[in-house]
């Protein structure tokens, strides 16, 4: 559903807000201008005149404004209608107000004829400025509460136009919701078929490495265990991290999986220290690949930017207490600038949203990068 007019797809979404702007504005500069009401002031005493209508165009402009894009939003599509209708009795008592002491100033400049109250037939009185004028006199500034035609001319001269523009404001906003829920479906198939394909590829992978492990397991026995370990990452990539959290036995065996195929890769250029604890209570869980990234900054930054013998030395210690990490590796003679930059950057965004109790420690000296990390026992059931 392409609506042209309403998209103008042609211009930018600042210049588009921009241009209803300034429609709305000059729209209302118009309808105000050329209100008999108003126009009649102008014609009869001039520059005063023009001075009133441009104080009843800013008023009315506040109106739509304030109405349309805060007291609307914030209680009427909330459903919030005690608020609602508080603000609405105060902005419209507020307007009063102004309307009155803007009459006042008025009268004081040009002089209103005096009218006798019952000399001009009901039908006409609301047209007739200085009669409502010396009516509004007779009320005082709240005179809006004990007579109904106050109350109603109030509506006429001031709540007018911006109803009828906050009219079409909410037609044209109902229209831009239905194009945008149209295209958020769109973009929800769209994800949903990237999401299937992303499921099939992997899939096909994890099978051709399976393939090729049976080729290579006589023939050449290293290649094929390479392969087997491939081949278990992504599988508990694929079929073991589904759940929010995952038997934190699993994960420890990921990442000896992981530096298994790190140390087939790096040879003997890499001395590596692992302490990792042969077994852990399947009531202990933690959320999958939160420690993995870790590991991967301490082989790219430790070993593969250098070609001298590098080291590093990995613990993970869980007791009563809970989790504890302490990871470090060696740094090459001219380190890459920002070392475990973005990936460090995602890791504490997670621990700050699912482990708001954790604490890490980072060390980065000239020769050496550690990482210190501990997540509290209830954290990590």
Known sequence: M???LVQLPFLTGAARRLLAHAIVIL?????????????SLIYRYGDTGQWFMNGQFLLQLGIYYGWGYWLFPRFLYRFRPLPLLALILLTYTGVYLANYAGFSWLHQTVGFPDHGLL????????????LMWHRMEQH?????????????????????????????????????SQISNAQLKQQNMQLELGYLKSQINPHFLFNVLNSVYALTEEDCPPAAQLV????????YTLYE?????????????????????EKTRTGKRVDLQVCLPETVNDSVHIVPFLLIP?????????VQRSARKSWIKLAVVVDKAGLQLTISNSKPVTPEAGIGGLGLVNVRKRLALLYPGHVLQVVNEPDCYQVDLALPFDAVR
Do not use: C
């Open 241 to 261: 991290t589904a759940e929010p959290t995952v038997p934190l036995q699993k994960e420890l065996q990921f990442i000896r999986d992981y530096i298994a195929l």
């Open 140 to 176: 005082g500034p709240l005179g809006l509460f004990t007579n109904v035609s106050l109350f109603g001319w109030n509506f006429l001269l001031s709540f007018t136009y911006p109803a009828l523009l906050l009219a079409f404001k909410a037609l044209y906003d109902n229209m831009a």
């Open 2 to 4: 392409k609506l042209p």
């Open 228 to 235: 087997h370990q491939l081949s278990g990452l992504m599988q």
């Open 119 to 130: 000399s001009v037939p009901r039908a006409k009185s609301w047209s007739n400025l200085s």
């Open 27 to 39: 729209a209302l500069y118009i309808l105000v201008s050329a209100d008999g009401l108003t126009a």
């Open 294 to 302: 870790f590991v991967e900054n301490a082989f790219k930054h430790g």
